[in-house]
């Protein structure tokens, strides 16, 4: 049977270094999962077990691409993240089944409509429209996982402006990429083409249109961009 409209073309990330691509199929988001960055909007640190959002795949915006400033805001906050990229198919996994798990990691930013996202905590209602937004997972080229094996190490850096905003160690995460991996295969099952944004530390704030972000964490490609016009 023919479609009703044209079939959109699979989003993808570049692969650092190599002449190929990494077709994108769901994105899932850790929250709070830094103790400074929950602090600082207030809220409460859970270590009991990690929480999770989504952001769809046409919420991404790839390397050596510009953000156009999204409607219906005046407070977009910038979030620096590690990405991991699944390499192998996860269900209910154990720690065993982890090993070569992930195909690499890649610099992100979640791009926050921080006002929506407010009103949306007090009236107890979903955050969707806060996060998942044209341009709001933004992610470099992933480098691939045996590239970059200090990645749990590793700091995360972004500059706005030149100006060091936001600075976080990997290892501060409450919840490491293995105990993400583990508990999320627990709800769904896991396949190459998924990626987790793993959480941002504190330093969040917002952007203004000609601001420009640099995304640096050690190892992986930077991630530069600029904020136009909406």
């Known amino acids: 049977m023919k479609p009703v409209f044209s079939i959109p073309q699979t989003p993808f990330i570049k692969v650092t270094g190599k002449d190929c691509i990494y077709p994108v ?12 960055h929950a602090l600082e ?32 805001t005046d407070s977009l906050h910038h979030e620096v993240e590690l990405v991991v990229a699944i390499g192998k198919s996860l269900h209910n996994a154990n720690k065993g089944d982890l090993e070569k798990s992930i195909y690499g990691y890649a ?51 972004l500059f706005l402006n030149d100006q060091l905003q936001q600075i976080g160690k990997i290892s501060d995460m409450i919840y490491s990429v293995d105990e993400i991996l583990l508990d999320l295969s627990k709800y769904t099952k ?3 083409g998924d990626l987790i944004m793993t959480g941002t530390p504190a330093g969040v704030s917002p952007v203004k249109v000609g601001d420009r972000l640099i995304v640096q964490i050690e190892g992986l490609k930077d991630l530069t961009l600029k904020v136009l016009e909406k």
């Open 25 to 36: 199929k769901r994105i899932f988001c850790v929250g709070r999962n830094y103790v400074e």
């Open 107 to 157: 610099c992100g930013l979640d791009m926050t409509r921080r006002d929506l996202q407010n009103v949306a905590k007090k009236q107890g209602k979903p955050w969707d429209m806060a996060k998942d937004f044209d341009g709001s997972a933004i992610i470099g080229s992933i480098t691939e996982s045996e590239q970059v094996p200090a990645i749990q190490s590793a700091n995360l850096k």
């Open 190 to 192: 896991l396949v190459p």
């Open 41 to 72: 909007l207030g809220n409460e640190v859970d270590r009991k077990q990690p929480f999770y959002f989504t952001k769809s795949s046409s919420s991404l915006l790839g390397p050596e691409t510009d953000l156009i400033y999204p409607p219906m």
